[in-house]
């Protein structure tokens, strides 16, 4: 399973980087504004910087599907090796999802909250196709069974479209993922750590470096 990390802090990222099991990264216009970002074209070119070659996913603006396609084209421009131009899953994203395809531009079909979403996006030949888990938690469904849903149908007929599982709250939840066979996941820092977390790891270690010192 891929690690992305879901952020646009260049400090979290720098970091996630530098455990050295990154595969890429996503961000959306909420987490853009949340850093103060000004400049989105520079951003994602020091986002890229740091992790390089490395897929970058990077949201468009615009909500009409001509204004989409060109907006990608922009984006996808500012690094063709990285960027991987994010389109919501309306009428207007699918056209452009479409289109965007045609121009073999990778994309990233976001704000997916049902099977039948995924299907139009995977049709569409996007590259990757976001649930939002926590999303459907917060309004008492179970994101999970959605990752379960679209990998059977995904499964059923062979497409290529990657599960990329987004708004994931916390370490379970990227667990759950890969337990559910989720292609990618993509997760802030705190749920990336949480993997490493164990009470044992930490009384054993204490242990051997007491033990350690008794020898020689
Ligand atoms: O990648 C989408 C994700 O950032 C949404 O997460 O926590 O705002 O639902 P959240």
């Keep these: 399973m891929k690690i992305f990390i879901d952020t646009a802090n260049l400090k979290d990222i720098q970091e996630a980087e530098n455990l050295g ?19 989105v074209n520079t951003h994602y070119q020091a986002i890229c910087n740091i992790c390089k070659g490395k ?10 599907w001509e204004e989409m396609v060109e ?17 919501p899953i ?4 699918l056209k452009a999802l479409v289109k965007l395809n045609e121009l073999n531009i990778p994309t990233n079909c976001t704000l997916v909250f049902s ?27 179970h994101g999970m069974e ?6 059977q149908v995904f499964a059923n007929y062979g497409f290529q479209t990657e599960i990329l599982a987004a ?19 993509t997760a802030p820092l705190k749920s990336i750590k949480g993997l490493l977390n164990h009470p044992l790891t930490d009384i054993g270690l204490e ?10």
């Design 90 to 93: 309306t009428e207007e994203g």
């Design 55 to 64: 897929p970058v996913s990077a949201e468009v603006f615009s909500t009409q």
């Design 167 to 185: 708004s994931i709250r916390h370490t379970n939840h990227l667990l759950s993922c890969a337990q559910a066979g989720s292609d990618v996941v």
């Design 71 to 87: 907006e990608g084209k922009a984006l996808y421009a500012l690094n063709p090796d990285q960027i991987v131009v994010k389109i």
């Design 115 to 141: 099977v039948g979403q995924a299907l139009l996006a995977a049709k569409a030949g996007a590259k990757f196709v976001s649930p939002f888990v926590g999303r459907l938690d917060d309004i008492s469904q």
């Design 21 to 39: 099991i990154l595969d890429g990264v996503t961000t959306n216009p909420s987490l853009m504004a949340k850093e103060g970002v000004t400049d």
């Design 146 to 151: 959605l990752i379960h849903d679209i990998k």
């Design 207 to 216: 242990k051997f470096i007491a033990d350690s010192k008794k020898i020689g």
